[in-house]
């Protein structure tokens, strides 16, 4: 079966398209166009003689268009995912979340697609109004990235009520992994240490985080296409574990046997009421409508982040803070 994946470049979007290949799907992969042809991190991938790869802008309907035109399945990435640059560019989140969600929602509407898979996120709840968080929750949005979220979600959903566009919403809980952009906070941590700074900048220490290894997280997904159900749904996906950054902290200088001292950088503080303060995924969804089981505690997937991380400093910068 021939898919696309948007944001096939990217952190999850790269682990995903190596999935789906060795599972045997027809993988086309959308990239961002740019003046290197740079193919992201599937650059480097085993994966990349076995794809198709077509460049476009996810906020381009033509580019859109004419990369699904002969696909049976979307699974949709392509999005800026930054909070703090959000509060920057918010009308770019506008642009590259709603309106290419649109876009890929349309663009599946008119090739009558057998499956849409949205990627929405953990951070359209808001902090938890009650733990673990369920596809019930109640959406919040606490910064302009989570605001556009929830547009293209409910705008993904109406396509499904309106046209019958057989659309699955995946909502993952904060996932990590090798690829992961050093905005986020564990490659944050780790490069930092590799660095050889003595201290560490970090912003809020006391939020929580249910965190999941980037190869459960894809696993995730697969299991919510292949399922007969759950069209028109939200499904989560996360640990149904939460750790505070400050013990995260703690855990990745033990397991790094580093000892630094932690500096709070106010330039990385989200402003107090956009903060999220606590995220919990409840699970019971995906587990009890799907085979998926994790393989990754948080121990062994820190292990093997540290592991590639190590060995691919050169991806990083970890004294320039930059939005
Ligand atoms: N990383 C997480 O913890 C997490 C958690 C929940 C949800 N998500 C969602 O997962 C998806 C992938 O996120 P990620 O962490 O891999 O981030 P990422 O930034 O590595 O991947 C996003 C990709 O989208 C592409 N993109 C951005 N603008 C584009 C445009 N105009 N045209 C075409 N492509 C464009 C980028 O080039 C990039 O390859 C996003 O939808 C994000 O909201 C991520």
Redesign the pocket.
Known sequence: MKVLI?????????HLTELLVKEGYDVKA????NSKNSW??LESSLVKNDVEIIS?????FDSVSNALKDCKAVF???????IPYSYVSPKAYI???IT?TYNVLQASKDFELEQVLI?????TYGSAQYVPIDENHPMVGQSP?SAT?IAADHLSISFYRSFNLPVKIV??????GP???AR?IIPTIISQIFSGKDSLSIGNLTPTRDLTFVKD?CNGFLEIFKSEKLFGEITNIGMGQEISINDLVTKILKLTESKKSIETDNNRIRPDNSEVERLMCNNSKLIDSTSWKPAYDLDKGLIETIDWLKQNMNNYKPDIYNV
């Open positions: 948007t944001g096939a470049a990217g952190f999850i979007g790269s959308f990239v961002r166009y992201g991190w476009g802008d996810i906020r381009d949709h990435l392509a999005a800026l995912i930054g642009e590259t979340n290419g990627t929405s996120t953990s951070e990235y979220k909502r993952p809980f904060n996932t990590y690829r992961q952009s986020a997280t």
